[in-house]
């Protein structure tokens, strides 16, 4: 077995640097490496679950309260899959509170510190599913919307939960006075990676169109999209869903003429074809 596969590259964030030395400083040292520990437990089980399906995976990027495995897979592959990756982060979590239960029955571990490791992966697993990217919750959020949602809508509309869940986040632990630098950090974060999120909208929905024409996938369902004639190709893709197989036709024409998606994309990206309409491609 080639160890590689299953070890990943690793990175830690330079701010998990100053918590340590914050850390040393203050004698919390104890609880940042419960919560290290518990985080990197999380992301290899996202990890090892996506080796399962030959993701590529680029590296897992650990920071503080968090870490991110960074793939490009996302959006592209079987949309069960992606559920299965994404859960198996916080099925982790399950995994740990056995963990802690069966060294607390072996008397391992002092009881304060297993108590802590307690609340720590509560909290973690609690804040983990805030339906917020690049959190699980977040990709949840989506994956909920994909099913029900053309894939540029899912993804535009996950990131506007993400971005109204931060403000909202900010304002209650402002108005409770829970706030702390460490969530003030967090918060921060998380709006930029949203805003990331956001730049690279235009790229993410080009990308599954281009995974649609290379790698086909059998869908159960099918959509007839109506359209109108005088519509290009790139007016009509908005319209594609993640998990259906889309056939296009002209609305009010009496002909029920259809092109499958698959034309539609080899016309895109094979032939150049951007400034054709529908209504060219049809007759």
């Known amino acids: 077995m080639n160890s590689r596969r299953w070890i990943p590259p690793i990175h830690v964030h330079p701010i998990v640097f100053f918590f340590l030395a914050v850390s040393i400083l203050t004698g919390m040292l104890t609880e940042l490496l419960i919560i290290f520990l518990i985080v990197l437990f999380h992301e290899m089980g996202h990890y090892l679950c996506a080796r399962m399906f030959n993701w590529r995976i680029r590296r897992i990027y650990l920071w ?28 982790q979590h399950l995994l740990i509170f056995l963990i802690i ?4 029955f ?16 509560l909290f973690i697993l609690l804040g983990n599913l805030l339906p917020i990217l690049p959190l ?19 993804h535009m509309f996950s990131i506007v939960v993400s971005v109204v869940t931060i403000g909202l986040g900010l304002i209650i632990t402002y108005s409770t006075g829970i706030l702390s630098l460490s969530l003030l950090l ?19 929905w080009l990308r599954f169109l281009l995974y649609r024409h290379s790698s086909p996938i059998s869908f159960t369902k099918n ?21 259906r197989y ?4 002209l609305k009010g024409h009496h002909e029920r003429v ?14 150049k074809a951007h400034q054709l309409t529908i209504g060219d491609i049809v007759r």
């Open 223 to 243: 959509v007839y999209l109506a359209v109108d004639e005088r519509k290009r190709l790139m007016d009509v893709f908005p319209h594609f869903y993640r998990n």
């Open 106 to 121: 072996l008397s391992l571990i002092p009881e304060s510190t297993l108590t802590l490791a307690y609340q720590y992966n």
């Open 246 to 249: 889309h056939f296009i036709g």
């Open 64 to 91: 503080f309260f968090g870490g991110v495995m960074e793939t490009e897979e996302y959006g592209t592959r079987p949309i069960w899959e992606e559920w299965l990756v994404t859960i198996a982060g916080p099925f």
């Open 186 to 204: 967090l918060f921060i974060f998380l709006l930029l990676e949203n805003r990331l999120e956001w730049k690279n909208r235009y790229y993410r």
């Open 101 to 104: 239960h069966f060294i607390h």
């Open 136 to 154: 699980d919750g977040g990709r949840l959020v989506q994956l909920m919307g994909d099913h029900l949602l053309p894939y540029q809508a899912s």
């Open 258 to 271: 259809f092109i499958s998606e698959s034309e539609c994309l080899s016309l895109y990206f094979e032939q």
